[in-house]
C-alpha cells in the first residue's frame, strides 16, 4: 500500500456513508485516504447522489487532500483500491419487507438475519458479493474487503470458502456494547476489554473487565438494559441469563424467547408495522437533512439506525490492518479450531488481533456449555444455506431451512420457502435456470 490510499465503497449512496467519511477525515493523519469511490446501482443513483454531495462537503469543510468521487461502475471503483467496503441491500427495503412479513403468515419469525427471512436474505447476497469478489481478484487482488453486508458471518463464510479475497466480516452489535459499557461505567472503551463467543448475530459475552476488574456478576443482575432499537424490547428471562453466565447478544431472544417474538411479530403485522416501512421512514428523513447544502458534518439523527457505528467498526478495522496495530476488535474470521466444535472452515465471533497480515482470532477463554449445541445447530444451517446460494438448489435451501433452531416444520418450511423463492424471482436467477 502507498501512502495514498483509495477506498471504494460498494453501496456508497447508503444512509450509513456520512459516518464513514466522518472516520476517514477523523483518522487521516494516520490513515491517509486520497481518493474514496462512492459506487452504487442504477436503483440507488438518487440516493447515491445526494450522500456524495454531502460527503465531499463534508472533505471540503475538512481541508483535506482527500477527492469522493461518484460512479455506477463497479468496476471502476474497483479498480486499483487498497480497500473495499460493502454495505448493500440486494433487493433494496422492499425485499427486506418481504423477509420480515411472509414467514409471519406462516407462524414463523419475520426478521431480516434471522430464520427464514435472513436465509432469503443470503441466498440473494452471496453471488451478488462472490461477483463482485472475482471482479477485486480481477482489479485489485491485494485489496481488503471489509464486509458488513448482512447476514455478515454467513457472507464472509460464502467468500472465505468460494473465493481467494482477503476478507473480514464485522457487525455493529461489538461496538455498540462498548460503548454501552463506556456510557454505563463512564469510562474510555480504551479501559474496557469483553471476550465475544459464537457466531454473527449469535454470540455471548462471557468476560468483562474494566481496568482488569470483572464487572461481569454485577452485569448479570442488570442485563435487560442491553438490547437495540431494531429487536423487541422483551426482558431476558433473569434466571437463564443467569445459569449462563454470560449476557447474549440481544439477536438471541430470537431464540431464548422464540414464541413471544413470533407473537411480537404477529402482533406488530396486526397493526400494520413493518420494521422495513420504519427504516424506509427513517432514511428518507435522514436523506431530506442530508440534502440541506449547509450540512457539512454526520447529523446526529443517523445514530437512529439499528446498524450505527458500523462504520465506525469499518474505518478502525483499516486503520488497524494499515498501521500493523495488533489491537483487539471482534471480528467474523475463519474458525481454525478457536471453537473446536465447529469445522475449520466456518465463519465465527470472535476477538482477533489486527495486524497488516489481517484479523487471527484469539483462543476463548470460556465458551457456555449451554451454548454449544446452539452455536452448532445454527452454524449446520448457514452452512446449508451458503451452499444453496452458490448452487441455487431448492432442495438444499429445504434442509437448510428445516436444519434451522427457529423453524418447527419441514412442511411449514417447504411452502414457506417456495412463496418467498416466487417473490424473489428477480433476485434469484440461480433458482429459476432455464433448463
Known amino acids: 500500500m502507498g501512502n495514498g490510499l483509495k477506498v471504494a465503497v460498494i453501496g456508497g449512496g447508503s444512509s450509513y456513508t456520512p459516518e464513514l467519511i466522518e472516520g476517514f477525515i477523523a483518522r487521516h493523519e494516520s490513515f491517509p485516504v486520497s481518493k474514496i469511490v462512492l459506487a452504487d446501482i442504477p436503483e440507488g443513483r438518487h440516493k447515491l447522489a445526494i450522500v456524495g454531495a454531502l460527503a465531499q462537503r463534508m472533505v471540503e469543510k475538512s481541508g483535506l487532500p482527500i477527492s469522493v468521487e461518484l460512479t455506477l461502475d463497479r468496476r471502476a471503483a474497483l479498480a486499483g483500491a487498497d480497500f473495499v467496503s460493502t454495505q448493500m441491500r440486494v433487493g433494496l427495503l422492499e425485499a427486506r419487507g418481504w423477509d420480515e412479513s411472509i414467514p ?252 497488516g497480515d489481517g484479523a487471527a482470532p484469539v483462543p476463548v477463554k470460556r465458551v457456555p456449555e449451554g451454548t454449544k449445541g446452539l452455536i452448532h445447530a445454527v452454524k449446520t444451517y448457514e452452512s446449508l444455506a451458503i451452499e444453496a446460494a452458490v448452487t441455487g438448489s431448492k432442495e438444499k435451501a429445504l434442509l437448510a431451512l428445516a436444519s434451522h433452531p427457529l423453524t418447527d416444520s419441514a412442511n411449514v418450511a417447504e411452502a414457506l420457502l417456495e412463496e418467498m423463492l416466487e417473490r424473489n424471482r428477480a433476485y434469484l436467477p440461480q433458482f429459476f435456470k432455464v433448463k
Request: charged letters at 25%; aromatic letters at 8%.
Open 104 to 355: 409471519v403468515k406462516y407462524g414463523m419469525l419475520g426478521q431480516e438475519t434471522t430464520g427464514a427471512g435472513g436465509m432469503m436474505k443470503a441466498l440473494r447476497t452471496i453471488p451478488v458479493l462472490l461477483d463482485i469478489c472475482k471482479d477485486m481478484e480481477e482489479l485489485c487482488p491485494d485489496a481488503w474487503l471489509l464486509n458488513f453486508t448482512n447476514p455478515a458471518g454467513m457472507v464472509t463464510e460464502a467468500i472465505l470458502k468460494h473465493s481467494s479475497v482477503r476478507s473480514i466480516g464485522l457487525c455493529n452489535s461489538p461496538i455498540a456494547a462498548y460503548k454501552w459499557l463506556s456510557s454505563l461505567y463512564h469510562v474510555p472503551i480504551d479501559r474496557i476489554y469483553c471476550e465475544f463467543a459464537g457466531l454473527n448475530h449469535l454470540h455471548w459475552i462471557s468476560r468483562i473487565e474494566i481496568d482488569g476488574e470483572s464487572k461481569l456478576e454485577e452485569l448479570l443482575d442488570r442485563q435487560s438494559s442491553y438490547s437495540a432499537s431494531n429487536v423487541p424490547q422483551l426482558a431476558w428471562n433473569d434466571r437463564l441469563v443467569r445459569e449462563l453466565g454470560a449476557i447474549p447478544s440481544y439477536y438471541l431472544k430470537y431464540f431464548y424467547l422464540h414464541r413471544e417474538m413470533v407473537e411480537e411479530g404477529k402482533a406488530a403485522a396486526a397493526r400494520g408495522d413493518n420494521r422495513a416501512e420504519t427504516v424506509k421512514r427513517l432514511e428518507e428523513e435522514l436523506f431530506e437533512i442530508y440534502k440541506q447544502p449547509e450540512l457539512a458534518e454526520k447529523p446526529k439523527q443517523l445514530e437512529q439506525r439499528g446498524g450505527a457505528y458500523y462504520s465506525e467498526a469499518a474505518v478502525k478495522l483499516m486503520h488497524s490492518i494499515y498501521n500493523n496495530t495488533g489491537d483487539i476488535q471482534t471480528l467474523n474470521v475463519r474458525n481454525d479450531g478457536i471453537l473446536d466444535f465447529l469445522p475449520d472452515d466456518a465463519a465465527i465471533e470472535v476477538n482477533c488481533v489486527v495486524t
